[in-house]
């Protein structure tokens, strides 16, 4: 095979690849995992059932797939921030970033909460989540840090509340995102306003 030829294939691979792993989310968040179907994913991809199995072996390898992408966008972004603006700005960047990444791809995010809730997850995905810990690690040191610039007295806790708050936000939206679209219901500026204004007020250092 020409030169030529090996990038067109990889280049239609990777055309596939994405079809498949976007036409998944949209399946596994409409039918639920267990209900969907190769069938299903192939005919919403385009594509036939066999490429999906040359590409994936299982549904659970296709569903950590979807697990590493989604988790990896939410977790790496926050490398691009700039880290040289206020806290209130880089709390934004955040919550903007995290936020339309959910209403982006709401199926893929409704998906990951219900495993989350799931006592037990398939080998390939919790290989895939074990794999995301290092991101989370310094995702959190980074807004300990921020906190700690605050003068906050209990850092590490400031940023779990932060991330649990954003993370209900972001669960709403995955369950409901036509509230989105219905503002007098679901004001989402204001929300986020809301959130950021809580979480990046500096802290008085007692003497």
């Given at each position: ?5 090996k ?19 949209r ?9 969907a ?10 594509v036939?059932k ?16 979807i697990?590493?992408?989604r988790l ?13 603006g ?42 895939a ?17 921020m906190?700690?610039g ?6 590490r ?31 989402m ?7 950021i204004?809580?979480f990046?007020r500096?802290r008085?250092?007692?003497?």
């Amino acid at each position: 095979m020409s030169p030529r030829s090996k990038a067109l294939s990889s280049k239609m691979k990777q055309a596939s690849t994405v079809a498949i792993v976007e036409a998944a989310e949209r399946v596994f968040g409409e039918q639920g995992f267990h209900s969907a179907t190769t069938e299903m994913i192939a005919k919403r991809a385009g594509v036939s059932k066999g490429l999906v199995f040359n590409y994936f072996a299982t549904k659970d390898d296709l569903l950590a797939e979807i697990v590493t992408r989604r988790l990896s966008e939410q977790l790496t972004f926050w490398r691009e921030i700039d880290l040289r603006g206020t806290p209130a700005a880089k709390l934004r960047q955040i919550v903007d970033r995290a936020l339309d990444s959910v209403m982006r791809h709401p199926d893929a995010h409704r998906l990951y909460f219900s495993l989350l809730l799931q006592p037990g997850a398939s080998k390939p995905v919790q290989r895939a989540i074990d794999a995301l810990k290092p991101a989370v690690a310094e995702y959190y040191a980074l807004l300990e840090k921020m906190f700690a610039g605050l003068g906050s007295p209990a850092a590490r806790a400031q940023a779990y509340a932060f991330q649990a708050a954003l993370s209900g936000i972001a669960h709403m939206i995955a369950i409901q995102p036509a509230l989105t679209k219905r503002p007098e219901l679901f004001p989402m500026q204001a929300i986020k306003d809301e959130l950021i204004a809580a979480f990046s007020r500096r802290r008085k250092v007692s003497r």
